[in-house]
């Protein structure tokens, strides 16, 4: 066989080789029609999830209501926003931002919101979409409370406490439990731009109580459970010269003998110029206050003649029954006498508790009843409560000899299991396995000097 016809049997199979392998791959990357893998689905032939937008969600309820939304910020800027299926998504580049409020198109409704961009956040509306409705949550014992995560969701509770709508005649108790499922900035802070900042009317009503903490007809106090979840209320500012004045007017007791409550809640950043008995918290309280933080806060008088006795960080005047548990106040108590980091006046209970700032007694003051936990004593008790700061009465120092002052010798601490001391301090306020019993979580770290951070904290401190 010549040499050039066995080149050329060799040259046309590898040419027919590489014809065969061409066309299996042209076949392997062109696929028939009808034939390609689904873009959403993997290969088990399971739906994929797109990826979540990145940016804040808001969620509308109908969801069908409104097609696009104006989110106008606190720093005075705006974002155009479409809402696809009720939800909202505001850029990433806003996170951080304090939202002001949302107007939804094509409704035109305008909402409140006070919540920062790139938290999720849930609005309820009615059918028409032209004002917001109340959410409900569960409070696991059967109970549907409301929930509040947003600042015109709290200004509708509030508006429900107005005596004005209820009957007159009657010390009135509203008893609806509320759930807090987000921080929420009242927008008191005098950093906010014209048309932004506000001031806090009390959520309750103390119009005829008498000058030491008593209620009267027609007041109106909060006497269900507020389950602050460890969440924030921020920039509450408070500028008047009357009398009950805080986040709450008052705390009562429901005509069933339920005590209202407070609890797990965090007040920060907060102002409040008000007349007498008043409180960052309440004015007054006849409930129970546990588990609960105002710092990075002021309470001060009104500057009207006579104005500035019985103020406290916490509460105005605790009233026999009043209970105030597991609390602290970091900030200052700003008046003419009856002042306390915790209560102006106590006649009920305060347990383990601790204030670290200064009071500080106004010229024309006395200075009477003036200390860093309670002022004037008229009955109840203190027990195992603590401060560190200055008592100041226009120049002189009063050192309050009445409770104990933080130091490496004098702290608070979570006995054993097998200490026999039944005067432990702290032992029925230590942490429990839950939310619910959980209070100190750590003791902090004992000092001559303590700072804030080495301070007890509760379990949702942050």
Known sequence: MSRLFKFSVVFFLVLSAAFFFTCEALTFSMPEKGTEEPEDEDKNGEQQTPPAPEGSTIFVEPKTL?????????????????????????????????????????????ILIGR???????????????QLEYRYGDNGLGGKPVLI???????????????????????KSQYVDIIQDGDIDLFGSNIYKNGVYRTWQPIGTIVNG???????????????????????????????????????????????????????LIIQNSYVESGDTSGILTGINMGIIENCIVRDSTITRALVAGKGRSLGGICGSNISGGEITASYFIGKVEGFDTLGG?????????????????????????GADSRHIAGRITGGGKMYCYWFGNIDNNG?????????????????????????????????YRMRDSKVSGRWESIGTPSDTPTRNTLPKLWFDR
């Open 66 to 110: 409104f097609t696009s939304a104006y989110v106008q910020y606190t720093d005075g800027k705006t974002d155009s926003v479409e809402v696809q299926s009720g939800a909202i998504v505001v850029p990433k580049e806003s996170n951080g931002k304090t939202i002001y409020s949302i107007s939804f198109s094509p409704k035109g409704t305008n």
């Open 116 to 130: 920062k961009a790139g938290e999720e956040i849930n609005l309820k509306f009615n059918d028409e979409g032209t």
């Open 149 to 171: 995560g947003s600042y015109q969701e709290l200004i509708k509770i509030r508006d429900a406490f107005d005596k004005t709508k209820l009957d007159s005649g009657k010390v």
């Open 210 to 264: 008498e000058a030491n903490g008593g209620v009267s007809e027609g007041d109106v106090l909060f006497t269900a459970t507020y389950e602050g979840n460890g969440k924030k209320i921020l920039n509450m500012k408070i500028e008047t010269d009357q009398n009950f004045q805080g986040f709450f007017a008052g705390i009562g007791v429901h005509e069933s003998g339920t005590k209202g409550k407070v609890r797990n």
């Open 342 to 366: 915790i209560a102006g006046v106590n006649n009920g209970a305060i347990m383990g508790c601790w204030h670290f700032g200064d009071v500080l007694i106004y010229i024309g003051g006395s």
């Open 396 to 428: 002189a120092q009063i050192i309050d000899t009445e409770d104990v002052q933080f130091s490496a010798a004098q702290w608070p601490y979570f006995p054993s299991d097998n200490d026999t001391n039944a005067d432990a301090p702290w032992s029925e």
